[in-house]
């Protein structure tokens, strides 16, 4: 069952600090889970890399034949993302791994 909660981050930290006990014990009674794995870190990266490859040719509606350049585009995206997951009953944090 989703929370359908969703809490905005606040700095260039990695880790923001864990949510509070008692709005963890609240959210995980009123949905009725016993826990909780949130989405609490989420950063990502990329890179463009275009490169002119060459010409092909190609035909326009009547037929003729054109030259047009062709190009390579590499694309490059590192995402970094980090999870915590809470336990119900006291509101802590169980693990988290990024």
Same mark, same amino acid.
């Given at each position: ?24 014990? $609240? ?61 119900? $009953? ?6 988290? $791994?990024?």
């Amino acid at each position: 069952m989703a929370a359908k909660a969703q809490l905005l981050g606040r700095g260039r930290g990695f880790f923001l600090p864990p949510l509070p006990p008692e709005y963890i014990q $609240a959210l995980c009674r009123r949905t009725q889970v016993d826990g909780l794995l949130v989405l609490e870190a989420f950063d990502s990266d990329m890179g463009l890399t275009r490169r002119t490859t060459g010409t092909r040719t190609v035909k326009d509606k009547d037929g003729k034949e054109h030259q047009v350049p062709t190009f390579r585009v590499d694309i490059l995206m590192r995402v970094v993302t980090g999870f915590r997951t809470y336990g119900a $009953a006291q509101g802590f944090v169980l693990d988290q $791994a990024r």
